[in-house]
């Protein structure tokens, strides 16, 4: 997501990338989601700081998923709900 990040568009093929986030301190999380707002990318609350260890591995994934298996960085994670 680095490269994304340092990009001029933050989408790919035309969709907003979901940034997950979470923490104890409720006003410190919507500073964070106003960041991630400015980056046009979707700001999604994964509660408190313990979900932390949860969005560590999906990080991991990605990074595995772009340059273990070579489908490059320009890859991004999407949550949908229905």
Do not use: N, T, W
């Not at 006003?27 to 979900?51: F, I």
């Not at 260890?53 to 890859?75: K, S």
Request: with cysteine.
């Amino acid at each position: 997501m680095a490269q994304i990040l340092a990009a001029d568009a933050h989408r790919l093929a035309g969709q907003q990338i979901s940034a997950f986030y979470c923490g104890d301190d409720a006003e410190a999380k919507a500073a964070v989601a106003a960041l991630l707002r400015d980056l046009d990318l979707e700001p999604v609350d994964a509660g408190p700081l313990s979900s932390a260890r949860y969005i560590e591995p999906a990080g991991m994934l990605q990074v595995q998923l772009a340059y273990g298996m070579r489908l490059g960085p320009q890859i991004g994670v999407k949550l949908l709900r229905g």
